[in-house]
């Protein structure tokens, strides 16, 4: 796989632009949604995590049920559940979706939204926790008889799972996390490191952090790279500024009255975010044309910086980041289901016929060449 693009599921229509409304579960969206992202050539989706959704596996196996093709990126975090009983949870989630699963562990850089679940250790002991929970995980993946395990937070023995994934050697591990520990912990387990959507300068810092931390673990290689951003796409550029002003001005209402986003509007404390502040703080483009005005107005509360112009324009932008080694991109839209589908017609396939020229011509990402 050259290149990859994930869209983002969710059990009910919103974004900064939608205020949520209906079911906290509307069946008939979350099977629309996905079908939506298979019908327009996206590879995975996104089943997000936090503190109030929805069960992720659950909402993962509806998505496997609506779906044929559609690979499905599933938010784990550690600390919750057993890492044995969690490998076999996923393992069997893998095989009943006939291996489309991936898993993408987040240790959580808020106190307040882990304490929530009851997790109450501080951001260092989180990650900490993360490194031995992914080792115990692998090993119960792929261990070929029964195993002990002895550490700070786990103690298993004899484990010695029966279910596998049929994927080799086993599902994809994506991760998150932008403090050092974090990049630490991933350069020794992920196999696919995602950031947001940060500069140029500040993406290829990052991802040159990322692989030295794999490389010290011999594993400079084998990491890949993801980058998740908002295209706003227009017929023109002027088009497509109109509609991002247009979604900051509807976002800015949402969030000054309504107190789903109250939360938003407050100062970040995990890592990826304040990078995305001080990227922000750079103006309001960015590089080419790297929109900040959403990251600004709710304190880069997730994924929330844009690339904005023609299909032309934003492929132009994107390969710039696939030169830097950034393989896979997750890209939603502020319109969830319209905009999945617009970027089906319009930009997945130029992004996709653009790097196939390039590899066609021998021209690897920095990754693939280092």
Do not use: C
């Not at 659950?58 to 559609?70: D, M, N, P, S, Y």
């Not at 630490?184 to 490191?193: I, L, M, N, R």
């Amino acid at each position: 796989m050259s290149i990859e693009f994930i869209g983002i599921s969710a059990t009910q229509e919103t974004s900064e632009t939608l205020l949520p409304h209906g079911p906290a579960i509307d069946k008939s969206y979350v099977g629309a949604i996905a079908r939506a992202h298979e019908y327009a050539g996206f590879d995975r989706v996104l089943v997000a995590h936090s503190s109030s959704s929805a069960d992720g596996f659950q909402v993962a196996a509806f998505i496997a049920h609506q779906t044929e093709r559609l690979g499905i990126l599933l938010a784990h975090r550690p600390g919750f559940v057993a890492p044995t009983l969690a490998a076999r949870q996923l393992a069997t989630l893998d095989q009943f979706s006939d291996g489309r699963l991936a898993v993408h562990i987040i240790s959580g850089g808020d106190d307040t939204e882990q304490q929530r679940d009851g997790d109450f250790l501080d951001h260092d002991e989180r990650y900490q926790r993360t490194d031995e929970y992914l080792e115990v995980l692998r090993k119960t993946w792929t261990s070929s008889g029964p195993f002990d395990h002895e550490g700070r937070h786990y103690r298993v023995k004899g484990q010695n799972a029966v279910v596998r994934s049929p994927q080799k050697p086993h599902l994809p591990i994506y991760f998150g996390g932008s403090s050092d520990i974090a990049i630490e912990v991933a350069g020794k387990h992920a196999d696919v490191y995602a950031l947001w959507g940060e500069s140029l300068a500040q993406v290829k810092e990052t991802v040159d952090k990322v692989r030295a931390a794999a490389g010290r673990h011999g594993r400079a290689d084998k990491i890949r790279f993801s980058l998740s951003l908002r295209p706003i796409l227009g017929a023109t550029e002027e088009q497509a500024w109109a509609r991002a002003d247009s979604i900051l001005e509807q976002a800015t209402a949402n969030v000054s009255n309504n107190v789903f986003f109250a939360s938003r509007t407050q100062q970040p404390k995990n890592v990826g975010s304040q990078r995305l502040l001080a990227a922000a703080a750079q103006g309001k483009v960015v590089d080419k044309r790297l929109w900040t005005g959403i990251t600004a107005l709710t304190k880069a509360a997730g994924n929330s910086t844009a690339l904005v112009g023609t299909p032309e324009q934003v492929t132009e932008s994107l390969l710039d980041y696939y030169d830097l080694g950034i393989t896979t991109f997750l890209i939603r839209g502020f319109d969830p289901v319209a905009d999945a589908l617009q970027y089906g017609r319009e930009l997945l396939p130029l992004v996709r016929a653009a790097v196939a020229q390039r590899e066609a011509a021998g021209q690897a990402p920095a990754q693939q060449a280092a």
